[in-house]
């Protein structure tokens, strides 16, 4: 059985940091590329970023670009987001999502992943 679970979300100021874990079982983590997508209320689910399954490539949205890191654990089936420099439009539930190494490794959007995690709310007040 698969399982994908997040971890470290909740309320932070503006300007705080985070970071959150995804961690996997059931499956071969080093299969998979990972990425993060958020969804914010009324709106669409988003890429944030991305991972290859080695862990050699990262991609970043535009607008995480110079404050979120991403990285990966592979003997620990562990992903990481390192959150810095956080907005209120950061303010949203972070999914975990798995792409299996035979589909592209960053997807545009949320119809190439294999598996999801169930999510982890990040709030940031002014």
């Known amino acids: 059985q698969v399982q994908v679970v997040e971890s470290g979300g909740g309320l932070v100021q503006t300007g705080g940091s985070l970071r959150l874990s995804c961690t996997t079982s059931?499956?071969?983590?080093?299969?998979?590329?990972m990425a993060w997508f958020r969804q914010a209320p009324g709106k669409a689910r988003e890429k944030v970023s991305c991972?290859?399954?080695?862990?050699?490539?990262?991609y970043y949205e535009d607008f995480v670009k110079g404050r979120f890191t991403l990285s990966r654990d592979n003997a620990k089936n562990t992903l990481y987001l390192q959150m810095n420099s956080l907005k209120p439009e950061d303010t949203a539930v972070y999914y975990c999502?798995?792409?299996?190494?035979?589909?592209?490794?960053?997807?545009?959007?949320?119809?190439?992943?294999?598996?999801w995690g169930q999510g982890t709310q990040v709030a940031v007040s002014t």
């Open positions: 999502a798995m792409i299996h190494r035979t589909n592209f490794w960053c997807p545009p959007g949320p119809s190439g992943v294999n598996y």
């Open positions: 991972i290859s399954w080695g862990g050699t490539d990262t």
């Open positions: 059931g499956l071969t983590f080093s299969d998979y590329a």
